[in-house]
């Protein structure tokens, strides 16, 4: 019998998903995985008139469990395997923070390990009340990437993100949110995916031009900028000098809304 493919990227109209699919495992995500995942990212970028970008998981009860940890004594046991190994979970996570576009992670169910460093990674975390948050390296004797450990810093600040990988504790969305890691907490799976279906058709209407700036700014100040320099002079200029800076003056004198195309 055919194996399904363990990542699926599809399109719906601006809006392309793309889907942890070993619900069985509860998604955990297989060296393999991570090695194909930014190759599917480059995909999805390369598809025209891409304005959002969705992270979620199959099945009804894990975004993901984390990294396969069954195939760790044949993927992760020498100290060259390791490199490797962790040289493609970061390959994967940049590859998403990298995406021009906004990237969502829709979570339900488990969001664990390395799995909740994927969704870190996005620029945003929606989920439903039933989901749950765990960074466990301190379970198995793991340090995570400096890159890594960076984006939990930046999302919940310094002594929340020592709690978090030290314990390996676990936490509801509701706890998510009041420290930072979830931005948005859904009643159940069904609200959780009509609210991204509203909120990626909301970016779609804005101007690509800005959310690809803001993106680029963000990581700069999280990265230590603190003052306007000629990079992000650079990045005003052009959005000035874009059609969508010209729609947008436009459609507010015609008093309609803009179309950014």
Same mark, same amino acid.
């Given at each position: 019998?055919?194996?399904?493919?363990?990542?699926?990227?599809?399109?719906?109209?601006?809006?392309?998903?793309?889907?942890?699919n070993r619900p069985d495992r509860?998604?955990?995500?297989?060296?393999?995985?991570?090695? @194909?995942?930014?190759?599917?990212?480059?995909?999805?970028?390369?598809?025209?008139?891409?304005?959002?970008?969705?992270? *979620?998981?199959?099945?009804?009860?894990?975004?993901?469990?984390?990294? $396969?940890?069954?195939?760790?004594?044949?993927?992760?046991?020498?100290?060259? @395997?390791?490199?490797?190994?962790? $040289?493609?979970?970061?390959?994967?996570?940049?590859?998403?923070? %990298?995406?021009?576009?906004?990237? !969502?992670?829709?979570?339900?169910?488990?969001?664990?390990?390395?799995?909740?460093?994927?969704? !870190?990674?996005?620029?945003?975390?929606?989920?439903?009340?039933?989901?749950?948050?765990?960074?466990?390296? %301190?379970k198995l004797g793991l340090v995570? @990437?400096?890159?890594?450990?960076?984006?939990?810093?930046?999302?919940?600040?310094?002594? *929340?993100?020592?709690?978090?990988?030290?314990?390996?504790?676990?936490?509801?969305?509701? @706890?998510? *949110?009041?420290?930072?890691?979830?931005?948005?907490?859904?009643?159940?799976?069904?609200?959780?995916?009509?609210?991204?279906?509203?909120?990626?058709?909301?970016?779609?209407?804005?101007?690509?031009?800005?959310?690809?700036?803001?993106?680029?700014?963000?990581?700069? !100040?999280?990265?230590?900028?603190?003052?306007?320099?000629?990079?992000?002079?650079?990045?005003?200029?052009?959005?000035?000098?874009?059609?969508?800076?010209?729609? =947008?003056?436009?459609?507010?004198?015609?008093? *309609?809304?803009?179309?950014? =195309?």
């Open positions: 019998m055919t194996q399904p493919d363990p990542l699926l990227l599809t399109r719906d109209g601006a809006v392309a998903t793309l889907m942890l509860l998604n955990a995500i297989t060296y393999s995985m991570f090695l @194909q995942l930014p190759k599917l990212i480059d995909e999805a970028r390369a598809m025209p008139g891409i304005r959002a970008l969705v992270l *979620r998981g199959a099945g009804i009860k894990a975004f993901s469990a984390g990294a $396969d940890i069954t195939e760790f004594e044949t993927t992760r046991m020498t100290r060259e @395997q390791a490199a490797a190994y962790d $040289d493609a979970v970061l390959a994967a996570e940049e590859a998403i923070a %990298a995406f021009p576009a906004p990237t !969502i992670a829709a979570v339900h169910g488990h969001c664990y390990g390395g799995g909740c460093s994927l969704a !870190i990674s996005c620029d945003m975390r929606f989920a439903a009340a039933g989901a749950r948050f765990a960074i466990t390296p %301190a995570y @990437q400096l890159r890594s450990t960076k984006r939990l810093v930046d999302l919940v600040g310094p002594s *929340r993100a020592k709690i978090i990988l030290m314990s390996g504790a676990d936490y509801s969305a509701a @706890q998510a *949110r009041a420290f930072g890691l979830a931005d948005e907490v859904y009643s159940d799976p069904d609200a959780l995916d009509a609210g991204v279906r509203e909120f990626t058709a909301l970016l779609a209407a804005r101007s690509g031009v800005t959310q690809r700036a803001v993106k680029e700014t963000v990581a700069r !100040i999280t990265d230590g900028a603190t003052h306007d320099d000629a990079a992000h002079a650079q990045l005003r200029a052009a959005a000035l000098d874009s059609p969508d800076y010209a729609e =947008g003056v436009r459609a507010f004198l015609e008093r *309609r809304p803009p179309d950014f =195309g």
